[in-house]
């Protein structure tokens, strides 16, 4: 790749959405070092509460509102979408396949120019139509965070390299949105702020950047008007990273937040809401993404 323009061609603005509604830069749940200065102190966290999903087999309903806009030299593009679908999850060891599926598609409007063009001879495709056939699945953790090796075994990983053009897009977003929230790694105490940091490398189309990041999340309160006692947990996170691409400096900057309401007598998600603004530079030439995430959870 010798230049990152490609990053702002339309047909690859939709995939940069999948990427980024598949990172965990777009909310960011977990990290790996707790700081030393977080807010409640080693011995609080050693008390808290540690938010960790029940063991399978079980079934979640899941109901999603996405929103996305990008800005860039070549204008304005922006997709949004309402739709339901059914995680299976299921035993995988010590970790857990998650099946996904798309039951029902209520809205799914895309930009023009978004998805990528059917090749000569091929037979266009509809993406509301492309959503609500997916099928697929990942492995994870009992805190919900990817297994790449794991997920990469699968069968259905397999079949999902089959699929090419909108189909392929449909698939990649249809997996960022679905699927479980990934719970922070350390305790928790109501009421207290902890911060931690990260450095991971993130491949946002092709483009492997080393980003820091740094996320406070605290447990506001624990609701038990329900009749079950409900966590809510608020994130926020600030990633940065940049690369050097041939003379061009290319930097990414991220701000997200988001609130994961979790039952803890159940051990299952209620709700999670993410947004996030994501700035992608290289030289004069840049790129803003402003995108958000409502799901919500039921047992099956």
């Known amino acids: 790749m010798s230049t990152p323009r490609h990053l702002l061609r339309r047909s690859a603005v939709f995939a940069l959405f999948v990427a980024l509604a598949s990172s965990p830069l777009a909310c960011k749940k977990g990290a790996d070092t707790a700081g030393p200065d977080a807010a409640g102190g080693t011995a609080d966290q050693a008390a808290g509460l540690e938010l960790r999903y029940k063991e399978p087999p079980f079934k979640l309903k899941t109901d999603v509102k996405f929103s996305f806009k990008a800005t860039s030299p070549q204008g304005v593009n922006e997709a949004s979408g309402d739709l339901s679908g059914v995680l299976d999850v299921s035993d995988a060891g010590d970790k ?21 063009p059917p090749k000569e001879g091929e037979t266009p495709v509809d993406p509301k139509v492309a959503v609500q056939s997916f099928t697929g699945a990942f492995v994870a953790d009992m805190r919900g965070e990817l297994d790449e090796a794991g997920t990469k075994a699968l ?73 079950k006692r409900v966590a809510e947990v608020k994130v926020e996170s600030e990633s940065s990273g940049a690369v050097e691409q041939g003379k061009q400096m290319i930097t990414l900057d991220v701000a997200a937040e988001g609130t994961v309401l979790f039952n803890l007598d159940d051990q299952l998600p209620v709700r999670r809401t993410s947004s996030s603004t994501t700035n992608i530079s290289a030289g004069q030439v840049g790129i803003e993404i402003v995108n958000s995430i409502d799901s919500s959870f039921a047992p099956a």
């Not at 039951?103 to 990528?116: A, L, Q, Y």
């Not at 397999?158 to 909108?166: N, R, T």
């Open 155 to 227: 069968p259905e990983t397999a079949a999902a390299k089959e699929k090419k053009g909108v189909e392929a897009a449909v698939a990649g977003f249809a997996t960022g949105v679905l699927g479980l929230p990934e719970l922070p790694k350390v305790p928790l105490v109501e009421g207290k702020t902890v911060e931690t940091t990260e450095r991971k490398d993130e491949n946002l189309q092709g483009l492997v950047i080393p980003v820091d990041t740094t996320s406070k999340f605290t447990l506001v309160k624990i609701d038990s008007s329900s009749g």
């Open 96 to 116: 857990v396949k998650v099946g996904l599926s798309v039951t029902e598609v209520r809205d799914f409007v895309v930009g023009k120019d978004m998805m990528p």
